[in-house]
């Protein structure tokens, strides 16, 4: 059956076509708000609403003219319904169940971070159930036991800010531009390595929990000290720091984790997944520590509409396709250990 897969959730419209018995993924666009919101430093809501409507229907006439495919083609319309932007969020719920009402199709609520966490399945090497995975995004830090499509038990997660949260602020600390994640990582590869100490939160703890708003004040009472010494700071070393620093406790828990669950196959996914030094490390540790690694494709790891159409394929397959009731609702907070 042709799924089609809507993604608004914040400041990407992504749009995909996936096939589960012909083809796989057929295709998928998306459209980032990046360049827009970039002049205030942050997503603003109300914008994002609005772009997301201008960019529905040429992104699905895109895929569809990419796919081959017309619209009478499709069977099913997945689309996110949270946790996200609530206006966003609405914008594609709206689209997606107007078209799939006009259509006589299902329309299926997907969990954002189900979509992401399912995501590296749509690999060529792709893991089987169970497995642990570590969502690392700009909203989430998370580890959790995955048994099967639908059944997500938390294990443990951020008691403040998420991992790509402290990436974004402390890459405007940096003077980086939003969201400075992908720039603080480049940055940070000709930084040396432990100029700057930096603490690594509770790494000790023996749970699964993180914290990261301590790394950012951490990182800005290094510069608040440079202006009063007057002793230059060289950034790409702070950032070098601060990457290690996040690393380190990701890489130590994801350990734990296996540890903890003898589960022998951990995924990541959500955008901080696509961090260069973090595949390296947990990469580096997997070998050491006996278990699997499996990552989404590096586009596929920031927002998209792929992830969106393929849990949605998933679901129907499942037989577990409403996650939602009728009507346009969204749900701008989801605790994902809830759904099933
Ligand atoms: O999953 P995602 O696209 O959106 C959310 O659902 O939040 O994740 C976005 C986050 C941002 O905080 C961004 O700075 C971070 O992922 N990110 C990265 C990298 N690429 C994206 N952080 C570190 N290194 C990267 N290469
Ligand atoms: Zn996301």
């Given at each position: ?5 809507v993604e608004t959730s914040c400041d990407e419209t992504g ?28 997503v603003?809501p109300?914008?994002a609403s609005?772009?997301h ?26 689309y996110t319904e949270g946790p996200g932007l609530a206006g966003a969020l609405l914008a594609g719920a ?15 609520g997907i969990h954002h971070l189900e979509g992401h ?20 995004s700009g909203g989430h ?161 920031t927002d998209n509409g792929?992830m969106i ?21 969204v749900r701008p907070r989801w ?6």
């Open positions: 059956m042709l799924v089609l897969g749009l995909a076509l996936y096939d589960g018995q012909a083809g796989g993924l057929l295709a998928h666009a998306v459209h980032s708000q990046v360049a827009m919101h970039e002049a205030y430093g942050g603003v109300e914008l609005r772009d409507l201008r960019r529905l229907v040429p992104l699905t006439r895109e895929v569809l003219a990419r796919a081959g495919r017309r619209i009478e083609d499709l069977g099913a319309i997945a709206a689209f997606a169940r107007s078209l799939a009402h006009a259509l006589g199709l299902p329309a299926i966490l399912l995501s590296p399945l749509l690999s060529a090497r792709a893991p089987t159930f169970p497995f642990v995975a570590l969502l690392v830090t998370q580890l959790m036991r995955v048994h099967e499509v639908g059944r997500y038990e938390l294990l443990g997660e951020t008691l403040d800010d998420a991992a790509g949260e402290a990436f974004d602020k402390t890459a405007k600390l940096l003077g980086l531009g939003y969201p400075g994640g992908p720039a603080l990582s480049k940055l940070a590869e000709s930084g040396t390595p432990g100029r700057y100490k930096l603490p690594r939160p509770m790494i000790g703890s023996g749970d699964l929990e993180f914290s990261f708003s301590g790394l950012k004040t951490s990182v800005s009472t290094l510069l608040r000290k440079e202006n009063k010494n007057e002793e230059k700071i060289r950034p790409p070393d702070l950032a070098r720091a601060f990457v290690d620093a996040v690393v380190d406790v990701l890489v130590a828990k994801c350990a734990l984790a296996m540890e903890r669950t003898g589960l022998t196959q951990l995924v990541v996914a959500g955008g901080v997944g696509a961090n260069s030094q973090l595949r390296a490390a947990l990469n580096a540790k997997a070998r050491t520590a006996g278990f699997d690694v499996f990552y989404p494709e590096p586009e596929l790891c792929a159409a393929f849990a949605g394929a998933l679901r129907l397959k499942a037989g577990k396709p409403a996650n939602s009731g009728a009507g346009f609702g605790d994902l250990a809830s759904i099933s």
